[in-house]
């Protein structure tokens, strides 16, 4: 089955935890934000990051890799649960784009068995978020 969906993120909490110059440094990011289309429900994610380029204040021109799991609880095609997604992605000028796979045997009630991958893309003011999945 398929999956669209657009997400807004409901809160960002960012730490530093290692600076290696002025410009390169690794972060922790407990972000929360909600999901409407095929999907609805909210999510939980914490992310590691490794900014390669802080930007200057402008998170426009900063580039950074990052790696997190996603905690997603709600409704999806008829079916209501929760599963972790493993998200692997990048960030490039106002651009995160995300490669996602959902963890096996983290399914629960609804979602019990699910399997997939996926992607997602956001800026500021845009995001889509499609899985390609089997339960």
């Given at each position: 089955?398929?999956?669209?969906?657009?997400?807004?993120?409901?809160?960002?909490?960012?730490?530093?935890?290692?600076?290696?110059?002025?410009?390169?440094?690794?972060?922790?990011?407990?972000?929360?934000?909600?999901?409407?289309?095929?999907?609805?429900g909210s999510a939980?994610?914490?992310?590691?990051?490794?900014?390669?380029?802080?930007?200057?204040?402008?998170?426009?021109?900063?580039?950074?890799?990052?790696?997190?799991?996603?905690?997603?609880?709600?409704?999806?095609?008829?079916?209501?649960?929760?599963?972790?997604?493993?998200?692997?992605?990048?960030?490039?000028?106002?651009m995160a784009k995300?490669?996602?796979?959902?963890?096996?045997?983290?399914?629960?009630?609804?979602?019990?068995?699910?399997?997939?991958?996926?992607?997602?893309?956001?800026s500021h003011t845009?995001?889509?978020?499609?899985?390609?999945?089997?339960?």
């Amino acid at each position: 089955m398929k999956s669209k969906s657009e997400f807004k993120i409901t809160k960002w909490d960012e730490k530093t935890y290692k600076e290696m110059s002025a410009d390169q440094k690794m972060t922790k990011a407990s972000v929360e934000f909600t999901f409407t289309g095929d999907l609805e429900g909210s999510a939980l994610t914490e992310w590691l990051m490794y900014y390669a380029s802080s930007g200057h204040g402008d998170p426009t021109k900063s580039h950074a890799e990052y790696l997190g799991f996603i905690y997603v609880e709600g409704k999806m095609n008829g079916r209501s649960g929760s599963f972790v997604i493993e998200d692997k992605g990048t960030f490039v000028e106002g651009m995160a784009k995300s490669s996602l796979h959902i963890v096996p045997n983290s399914g629960t009630d609804g979602f019990k068995g699910i399997k997939g991958m996926g992607l997602y893309n956001a800026s500021h003011t845009t995001s889509s978020f499609e899985l390609d999945y089997t339960i």
